[in-house]
């Protein structure tokens, strides 16, 4: 049974930089063709995909997010993490990692198609 923990502060600074780990059990990041992702979800709005980290260790990002956002993993603990940089208010959410199978390189699929989520950690932009 795969199983994804998200960890980090529930409270971070405007203009600081959020850091997100997510745990791997059960499977690893590097078996072929699984595509490891964070998600987000504003309160009161819908999920929102901010980027993955795929199998061979390639990134990428929204377009929306891509000048805040990095995405790298630690094949040694089988975990990846998250970095948004210059966190307003706006960025006030609920974080989730989660995998995707394609059976192929295309990491791309519908929020449907993601098999395995961590819980979600809230994650609060405020001085």
């Known amino acids: 049974q795969v199983h994804l923990q998200e960890s980090g502060p529930g409270l971070v600074k405007p203009s600081q930089t959020l850091y997100l780990t997510c745990s791997v059990s059960?499977?690893?990041?590097?078996?072929?063709?699984?595509?490891w992702s964070w998600i987000l979800q504003p309160p009161g709005k819908g999920l929102e995909w901010m980027g993955v980290?795929?199998?061979?260790?390639?990134?990428y990002y929204s377009p929306s997010l891509k000048s805040r956002t990095s995405i790298s993993r630690d094949t040694s603990k089988n975990q990846f993490s998250l970095q948004l940089s210059s966190v307003t208010p706006e960025d006030t959410a609920v974080y989730y990692c989660?995998?995707?199978?394609?059976?192929?390189?295309?990491?791309?699929?519908?929020?449907?198609?993601?098999?395995?989520w961590g819980q979600g950690t809230q994650v609060t932009v405020s001085s």
């Open positions: 989660a995998r995707y199978y394609s059976g192929s390189s295309s990491y791309l699929g519908t929020l449907g198609e993601y098999d395995y």
């Open positions: 059960g499977g690893s990041i590097t078996t072929h063709f699984y595509h």
């Open positions: 980290i795929t199998y061979d260790g390639s990134t």
